[in-house]
């Protein structure tokens, strides 16, 4: 079966430690994405990427950082330095970023104790 | 991003309601793409609309495109439990999606 991974479905971290969330996809896409969900608000974006070893800033994108060496995978780290940590991500890819349709993981939900 | 305006915030549906939701904005779209997403689960595309004043349906929901490129609807018909969740609407342009904040649905006792 086709589809993104996460993991792991939940997560407790001190405060002050670094986390490194796990995000995979097995579709062949190009472009993979992530991003930060807080109840009742909308998804916002953290970072993309649209190929391997290039990746670009979104909207939110302080405290956090990614990388994309393979093509199937996008971790994203959760710093120290992320004031308001505690949320539930979710990491997405799509065939491309001229492709509009992207498909989600199920998320992992991050608290910071 | 972009500010999107979904409406209504909450609902409460009846078993065999039709409900409708829909989302605006002060800024023009490419696309508009309607999300379900169940309690801690990620969002399900539902459909996605790429051309001003395009009507599609999937099933028992139905979407359309607003011609001024600024908004979009969401219908589902003849509502069943299993449409309970959050729908959420999202726009793009430049390679982004923006989100609205999304549409409770839930049950009416």
């Known amino acids: 079966d086709g589809g993104i991974t996460q993991s792991p479905k939940y997560l407790f971290r001190k405060e002050g430690q670094n986390v490194t969330l796990s995000c995979e996809q097995n579709?062949?896409?190009?472009?993979m994405y992530w991003y930060r969900q807080d109840p009742g608000q909308g998804l916002r974006l953290i970072y993309y990427?649209?190929?391997?070893?290039?990746?670009q800033k979104g909207d939110i994108a302080e405290g956090y950082s990614v990388s994309r060496e393979k093509k199937e995978s996008f971790p994203l780290t959760v710093t120290s330095a992320q004031k308001n940590p505690t949320a539930f991500y979710l990491c997405?890819?799509?065939?491309?970023?001229?492709?509009?349709?992207?498909?989600f993981g199920p998320g992992t939900r991050l608290t910071v104790l | 991003g972009q500010q999107l305006n979904q409406s209504p915030q909450s609902m409460f549906i009846q078993e065999g309601e039709d409900v409708s939701m829909n989302c605006t904005s002060s800024?023009?779209?490419?696309?508009w793409l309607w999300y379900k997403q169940d309690p801690g689960e990620g969002p399900v595309l539902l459909i996605a609309?790429?051309?001003?004043?395009e009507l599609t349906s999937n099933g028992r929901l139905t979407a359309q495109f607003g011609i001024t490129r600024k908004d979009s609807f969401l219908n589902i018909s003849a509502s069943i439990p299993s449409d309970v969740g959050i729908y959420f609407c999202a726009g793009q342009i430049d390679y982004k999606l923006s989100f609205g904040a999304g549409t409770t649905v839930t049950v009416r006792a």
């Open positions: 609309l790429y051309k001003a004043g």
């Open positions: 800024s023009i779209f490419n696309t």
């Open positions: 997405a890819s799509s065939a491309g970023l001229l492709y509009n349709e992207q498909f």
């Open positions: 990427s649209q190929i391997v070893n290039d990746f």
């Open positions: 579709l062949n896409h190009d472009a």
